[in-house]
């Protein structure tokens, strides 16, 4: 289920596809976020792990199938001594087989535990490979989002360059000074700095993204997509719903059948075990054989077990404390994650819909503006650096809502995304 969740919806940008890079003779091979997650699952150590970890508590089980060992023994009595036991003459032999008799369930109770020990195993493991899914997906946005950095940085390197050709003109015709082109080119030099930057981390972040299935020298491409389409979300009502199925509250259910094993394990000591012993003894003096046999019982075992099935009621019982903490902490962090989505979509829309437009238009106006001569450089280059500033805090505000959304889906184990956005929409206005 969990691997499907991510596979359907990681995080609402596009058709999450990688493809490597093409040889001169050999087509590129696709790689689609399923393949990925699909490689993480298998690769990863973290999940290889449980594997050797479900060896180890299958042993375990095994062991504690086992009852008590029986034991032979010989016991020779009156030999070397003094007077008659001086030599051989007089020597007992006697061949025993002993063995403990368990009572009180003592080897139901541990293969309870064993057994419930492995049930729980299999939960972390899904709980394990969410995380590391969730983290598939925080990788991928890191390289979507320094990708479209390099888009508003170029949309500003284009806005900059026309700004140092029209200072130009303007110096050519003597309406403004030289230092206003050297100003305009420092700030296409800021500009060309930022998409370098955002290049350098387009490359680190693809690198981090491939160390997940181990690949060192990753050549896949991202396939075409919209950071800023941001999805509607359910409410915090229907979100909290999810909350009961997650495998951190599945985690809490089986560690309760744990520590439950451990009551009923600790219960079975206040019945003491019966420790049994038969065997044959010869006697040496008249060529004689005889049966011999015993049984004992330790006393006061009731007494000495109470400390330990008290420790082991009382652990049981914090666990309801744990269940509500970790509810508490579930909760808060959902209903964060929730407002963290919502502040942010409402923060791109917006600045789609409102801001941008008329900063575009005012820009654009500017622009007419100087070259005709009726404003100056700073007030055109001002409208540019508020355009752009704009632009990354809105390409901001759409990657804290994916990491949000991301957030939601690990904590809930829903798909809350129905279908990959279309790329049509680009990374503006």
């Known amino acids: 289920m969990w691997l499907r969740l991510a596979a359907l919806a990681a995080f609402a940008i596009a058709p999450c596809v990688h493809a490597q890079a093409p040889s001169p003779a050999v087509p590129p091979d696709t790689l689609t976020l399923d393949d990925a997650i699909a490689r993480v699952a298998r690769v990863h150590p973290d999940l290889r792990l449980f594997g050797a970890r479900t060896e180890i508590l299958l042993a375990e089980r095994e062991v504690a199938s086992l009852r008590p060992a029986l034991r032979a023994g010989l016991d020779v009595e009156n030999v070397l001594g003094s007077g008659n036991a001086r030599g051989f003459d007089q020597a007992e032999v006697t061949l ?110 693809r690198q981090h993204l491939a160390a997940l299935w181990g690949e060192r020298d990753p050549r896949f491409i991202l396939a075409d997509g919209d950071p800023l389409a941001l999805p509607p979300v359910a409410d915090m009502a229907e979100l909290a719903t999810f909350l009961q199925g997650t495998p951190e509250l599945a985690q809490i259910a089986d560690e309760r059948r744990i520590r439950e094993a451990r009551v009923r394990l600790a219960r079975t000591a206040a019945t003491p075990d019966l420790d049994w012993q038969v065997g044959v003894r010869r006697l040496q003096d008249g060529d004689d054989t005889a ?28 666990l309801e404390i744990e269940r509500e903490s970790r509810d508490v902490a579930l909760y808060s962090t959902l209903t964060d994650a929730h407002g963290r989505y919502r502040v942010a979509q409402l923060d791109v829309q917006r600045t789609r819909d409102d801001v941008l437009p008329r900063l575009v238009r005012a820009e654009q106006a500017a622009e007419r503006a100087y070259r005709a001569g009726a404003i100056s450089y700073l007030e055109w280059a001002q409208l540019q650096s508020e355009t752009t500033a704009t632009r990354r805090q809105q390409l901001d505000a759409a990657l804290e809502a994916h990491l949000a959304l991301i957030e939601l889906q690990r904590l809930t184990g829903q798909a809350l995304v129905a279908a990959p956005t279309t790329p049509e929409q680009g990374i503006s206005p």
């Not at 490979?129 to 979507?144: C, E, F, G, P």
């Not at 303007?170 to 930022?194: F, I, K, W, Y």
């Not at 015993?294 to 009621?313: D, K």
């Open 96 to 205: 025993t087989l002993a063995g403990v008799l368990e009572r009180g369930g003592k080897l139901d109770a541990r293969r309870t535990l064993a057994q419930a020990r492995i049930d729980a195993l299999s939960v972390q493991r899904e709980a394990q490979r969410l995380d590391l899914l969730a983290d598939v997906a925080r990788r991928y946005l890191a390289v979507t989002g320094a990708r479209a950095a390099a888009v508003v940085a170029r949309r500003d390197i284009a806005q900059r360059t026309r700004t140092v050709a029209a200072a130009r003109q303007r110096l050519q015709a003597g309406a403004s000074p030289e230092s206003v082109v050297l100003t305009a080119q420092a700030a296409l030099a800021r500009a060309e700095l930022a998409l370098a930057r955002a290049e350098q981390q387009s490359v680190a972040a």
């Open 291 to 318: 049966l011999v046999g015993g049984v004992s019982l330790a006393l006061g075992g009731a007494r000495r077990a109470q400390p330990g099935i008290r420790a082991a009621e009382a652990d049981l019982a914090s």
